[in-house]
């Protein structure tokens, strides 16, 4: 979109705003972002969202009205479109993992875990299986004990989930304050996942990991959780365009599942005798 087509967009939305300059930072099988610089001199974020069977709307705009509606200037819960304030801020990296950092994840995380959801909006599950032969044969072993893992969840532990809860959409501002952003992939699913996948999205060892004194007292299940999210990971790059990108992602995921595996391995031996 260009200048002239993103203020007549706003426009047409009543938008009080209007763009000085645009840049399309994403454009994935799900949304198109924009970068917007307004000639008020602040920064907005535009998505237009495509359609998609995985995502939950109403869910992503309960929880967003819920924790961020004043970031919003604009929201359509019908079909995923929205104009809001654009964060500034530092992206997590790897090296930030901390005990400290956990303790933040947490608190963030708790936010929306502990939300009271309408019973009008439909409680979805993650698709947890797709019918992909080239992980059954050969990935048979895991697949099994990812299976096994899933049969585990239950009531107690299953609880609102963000699902894509990574270093991308997530914003430190220079106050310390924490913008998670992007509830699209919301369901019901394990209390740990989203923990595990912001783990997975850091690539953080086993060993940094166990230095958390919250993990450390219940490694072998972290590490479970871990283990199932990246093979949920690799279920995801086949539902996707297999474009180079998505291939290179899906092999680098392959290894830090084969890495996860052997530490399961070691803390189940009967496991490793299979």
Same mark, same amino acid.
């Given at each position: 979109m260009t200048v002239? /087509?993103?203020?007549q967009?706003?426009?047409?939305k009543?938008?009080n705003i209007?763009?000085?300059?645009v840049?399309?930072i994403n +454009?994935?099988f @799900?949304?198109?972002i924009y970068? #917007?610089?307004? @000639?008020?001199?602040?920064l907005?974020?535009?998505r237009i969202?495509?359609?998609n069977?995985?995502i939950?709307r109403a869910l992503e &705009?309960?929880?967003e009205m %819920? ?7 604009? &929201?359509?819960?019908?079909?995923g479109n &929205?104009? *809001?304030e654009w964060y500034?801020?530092? #992206?997590l990296?790897?090296?930030n993992?901390s %005990?400290?950092l956990?303790?933040d994840l947490?608190?963030e #995380? ?8 309408p019973?009008?909006i439909?409680m979805?599950?993650?698709? &947890?299986f797709?019918?992909v032969q080239e992980i $059954?044969d050969n990935?048979? /072993?895991?697949?099994?004990y990812? $299976?096994n893992?899933i049969? @585990?969840?239950?009531?107690?532990n299953?609880?609102i ?7 991308? +959409?997530i914003?430190v501002d220079?106050?310390?304050i924490y913008h998670?952003?992007d ?6 699913n394990?209390k740990l ?5 912001m783990i997975?999205?850091?690539?953080v060892?086993?060993n940094q990991?166990?230095?958390i004194?919250?993990i %450390?007292?219940n490694?072998?299940e972290y ?7 990246h093979?949920? @990971?690799?279920?995801w ?10 291939? $290179?992602y *899906?092999?680098?995921m392959?290894k *830090?599942?084969?890495?996860w595996f052997?530490?399961i $391995?070691?803390?189940?031996?009967? %496991?490793?005798?299979k």
């Open positions: 002239s /087509q993103i203020n967009w706003l426009k047409a009543s938008i209007e763009a000085k300059s840049k399309k +454009n994935s @799900t949304n198109n970068r #917007i610089l307004g @000639t008020d001199g602040k907005y974020k535009l969202a495509n359609e069977p995985y939950n &705009y309960y929880i %819920q924790l961020n509606k004043s970031s919003f200037l604009y &929201y359509d819960k019908k079909n &929205y104009l *809001r500034v801020g530092k #992206i990296k790897k090296r993992w %005990q400290k956990f303790d947490e608190i #995380i708790h936010k929306y875990q502990s939300l009271s959801v019973k009008e439909n979805l599950y993650p698709k &947890y797709d019918d $059954k990935l048979n /072993q895991e697949f099994q990812y $299976k893992i049969k @585990t969840f239950n009531t107690k299953l609880v989930s963000h699902n894509d809860f990574s270093a991308h +959409n914003i220079s106050e310390g998670v952003y509830y699209e992939w919301s369901t019901i394990h996942w989203d923990i595990c996948n997975k999205d850091l690539e060892s086993i990991i166990a230095k004194s919250q %450390q007292a490694l072998r590490v479970n959780i871990i283990f199932t999210v093979f949920y @990971t690799i279920f790059t086949y539902r996707v365009k297999p474009t180079k990108q998505v291939l $290179k *899906r092999k680098h392959l *830090r599942l084969a890495y052997d530490q $391995k070691l803390l189940n031996p009967e %496991q490793k005798k």
